[in-house]
Structure formats: C-alpha cells, structure tokens
C-alpha cells in the first residue's frame, strides 16, 4: 500500500480479496482459525492460481492458457 501520490497502487491486491471474499468466504464461518487458514489455501492452490479465469489471459484459466502455449511450442518446433 502507498501514500497518495505514489505510483505503487494496491489493486491487484484489492481484486483478490474482493475474489476471495464473494467466491469463498461470504456467509462462512469458521470454527478455527486454522480451518480457516486451510480453506483459504485450498482456494488460491487448488482453484484461483490454477483453474479460475482471469481477464488478463483473454478469459482463460491459467491451466488453459499454459496448455495452448505447450500445444503452439510442439506444432512450431
């Protein structure tokens, strides 16, 4: 986070959370804060890193986009 002003801009940051509140936590609550720490991990490994689609890959998962990448490096070379 930054003073105003400053070029450093926290919304990618924002963005996550914002995420990770509709998509996961809204309306749950946890019993443990390790629970807690659990399912937050098992969003961002097991489903916002490598299966949700992000705007900045043209709406591709990052696992689709990865693939179509391999598939283009073969049929060059």
Known sequence: MSRRGNCWDNAVVESFFSSLKKER???????????ATLDVADYIDGFYNPKRRHSYLGGTSPEEF????????????
């Open 66 to 77: 990865e693939s179509a990448h391999r598939r283009r490096r073969i049929v060059v070379h």
């Open 25 to 35: 936590i809204k309306k749950r609550i946890y019993a443990t804060r390790e629970a």
